[in-house]
């Protein structure tokens, strides 16, 4: 009789145990799904539709971080998943080139998140990763139309620019801009636009955000795109000219948006549940600027809750007085000096007809790395 109600106790405090454990659990998972990303695509290996064989489990299973919404897309376009993972990379490559002389440099940290914890601060290099990516997803797409890979599109169909010459022929095969603008508008922002959080939330404030840039980034890819033309005629003598709409290089792209990475705009939500300047002497941004709502972390130390890196080991310049240089970079902890082997081309020689044949110099140079 005495030992009852102790008995009671403690399987009481066992059920809150497990229960308290379950939800962590819930909460954990919930987390880790929040974390994945479309942008895992880029890590992924992805084969044609065509490639699977029959009774083998289906593309659209089997690829991580995405949305239901787009997983639904997947269903409908799978000739597509494969280009759409080749703009993912091609927005990681460009991201880490731009940064490639910053605190930050854009690392890849797994295949799940791909960015890791700091893709969850509002910043501005979250801002320009957003629409680095989106704006891959429309080059990719639009390129893979061009080149006849995708069933739903085909080469551009423009309209003839009104400043373009008479006598020129406008045609050819172009990159489908148009075609590639949509699908990365449907594909890209259907993880933010089925997302349900009360309006004015902070949660709210983020999925403006990030809707914001993937259009600041889409604007990019096609405001640059440019008409492309080819010369006909006897002997070159370009008596004819033959024109279509072209993607611009994406490292164009990359640098206009650097640029608006550095003048983005600090945003927060409003009263009326719309983002709003934190200043209001700036001006209001348009469509193709970049936003963002949460500082930035200095990037110096490595930090397991924001998801920095830290800058330990990094290589700097001594004599730089930029972001690069080894006082901003190691962030004043100093650094250490080491000497290494340098291998280039040098001494070449042009050599009739026609190639250049060069040598390979081996040089001791000078190296800094943060302490």
Known sequence: MDNRPVR???????????????????SSQLLVVDANSWWSLALTP???????????????????????????????????????????????KECQYQFRQ????????????????????????TAFT???????VVNAISRACREGELSTCGCSRAARPRDLPRDWLW??????????????????????????????SAEHARTLMNLQNNEAGRQAAYNLANVACKCH????????????????????VGEFLKEKYDSAAAMRIGRKGKLELVDKRFNTPTPDDLVYIDTSPDYCLRNETTGSLGTLGRLCNKTSEGMDGCELMCCGRGYDQFKTYKHERCHCKFHWCCYVKCKRCTTLVDQFVCK
């Open 233 to 252: 005629g006897v002997s070159g003598s370009c008596s004819l000219k033959t024109c279509w709409l072209q993607l611009a290089d994406f490292r164009s």
């Open 171 to 200: 045609g050819g095969c172009g990159d489908n801009v148009h075609y590639g603008y949509r699908f990365a508008r449907e594909f890209v922002d259907a993880r933010e636009r089925e997302k349900n959080y009360p309006r004015g």
């Open 102 to 125: 910053r605190r930050w440099n854009c690392s890849t940290v797994d295949n799940t998140s791909v960015f890791g914890r700091v893709m969850q601060i509002g910043s501005r290099e």
């Open 130 to 136: 957003y629409a680095i990516s989106a704006a891959g």
């Open 8 to 26: 009671r106790k403690r399987s009481g405090a066992v059920r809150h145990l497990l229960l308290a454990a379950a939800f962590l659990a819930c």
């Open 46 to 92: 992805i084969q044609r539709p065509e490639m699977y064989i029959i009774g083998a489990q289906p593309l659209c299973s089997q690829l991580s971080g995405l949305s239901q919404g787009q997983r639904k897309l997947c269903q409908l376009y799978q000739d597509h998943m494969i280009y759409i993972g080749d703009g993912a990379k091609t927005g990681i």
